[in-house]
């Protein structure tokens, strides 16, 4: 499984972005998916999933708006993000998992096992 992340760029804050996540794989229908970021100096954090129900989940910091969304027939997945903070600057990568993950799991990075390069998002004040 090979991802590619995509839509990064500057944006004001206050202002929207939406990244883009291309798969390979023609099961992408069963895939679980995420997206995490990290910031410089900082760990891996947990932005939103999305389970091959389509149930999503989302850090409380970006709970109402960012949207995490998946099109099975494109083997695509979006992050449309919203009102965006400084804080939200970060490089933002999109993970898969084949085999899940279980719902106690999906938070955390070891639970997927594919992941994408990569895409830097930049909020300015």
């Known amino acids: 499984v090979q991802l590619q992340a995509s839509g990064g760029g500057l944006v004001q804050a206050g202002g929207s972005l939406r990244l883009s996540c291309a798969a390979s794989?023609?099961?992408?229908?069963?895939?679980?998916l995420a997206w995490f970021r990290q910031a410089p100096g900082k760990e891996r954090e947990f932005v939103a999933a999305?389970?091959?129900?389509?149930?999503?989940y989302y850090a409380d910091s970006v709970q109402g708006r960012f949207t995490i969304s998946r099109v099975n027939a494109e083997n695509a997945m979006y992050l449309q993000m919203n009102n965006l903070k400084p804080e939200d600057t970060a490089i933002y990568y999109c993970?898969?998992?084949?085999?899940?993950?279980?719902?106690?799991?999906?938070?955390?990075?070891?639970?997927?096992?594919?992941w994408g390069q990569g895409t830097l998002v930049t909020v300015s004040s």
């Open positions: 993970a898969a998992s084949t085999t899940g993950p279980i719902l106690s799991a999906l938070r955390y990075p070891q639970s997927y096992i594919y």
């Open positions: 794989g023609s099961t992408f229908s069963t895939y679980g």
């Open positions: 999305i389970r091959r129900n389509a149930y999503t």
